[in-house]
């Protein structure tokens, strides 16, 4: 997506997200926290559910920060509505797996593309463009 684009979610009822959204709209960052509240917003008023993988979480919370912000981080995190968060079980490893030697997707990207499909997510939002190149699920680009 570039800067003109929108969030286009009219069709889709269950989003899976990539770490990055969450870093993106948690920290404030420009300028995709505007594109990340579209979805957030929908999150809050009950028009979407979203799921992501435990692998966000512990990437959400491995960054360098003061304890301060990486506790904020975990608190919004825990408390996103319409979130589902899932461990990864051997349906997903094996799904990560798949995907990781049909695509070489590094192993974090694997289990979350693995995790958005195991969900039946209609789509998987992201800013890694590599990873367009998942043909087993739509893969938004933000």
Same mark, same amino acid.
């Given at each position: ?32 926290? *505007?594109?990340?509240?579209? @979805? $957030? ?6 028009? %979407? #559910? !979203? ?28 408390? *996103?509505?319409?979130?589902? @968060? $899932? ?6 490893? %094996? #799904? !990560? ?28 939002? *992201? ?16």
């Amino acid at each position: 997506m570039n800067g003109k684009e929108k969030i286009n979610l009219t069709s889709i009822r269950k989003i899976g997200l990539d770490t990055n959204i969450f870093i993106y709209h948690f920290q404030n960052v420009a300028p995709f926290k *505007t594109k990340t509240d579209i @979805v $957030f917003e929908a999150l809050v008023k009950g028009e %979407l #559910k !979203a799921i992501t993988s435990i692998v966000a979480k512990a990437e959400l919370l491995s960054y360098k920060q003061p304890l301060k912000i990486i506790s904020a981080l975990k608190d919004k995190f825990e408390s *996103t509505p319409n979130l589902t @968060v $899932f461990d990864v079980d051997d349906g997903i490893a %094996l #799904k !990560a797996a798949e995907l990781r030697r049909k695509y070489s997707f590094r192993l974090p990207d694997a289990i979350q593309l693995g995790t958005a499909i195991a969900a039946k997510a209609g789509a998987f939002l *992201t800013n890694d463009g590599r990873l367009k190149k998942c043909k087993e699920i739509k893969v938004m680009v933000i």
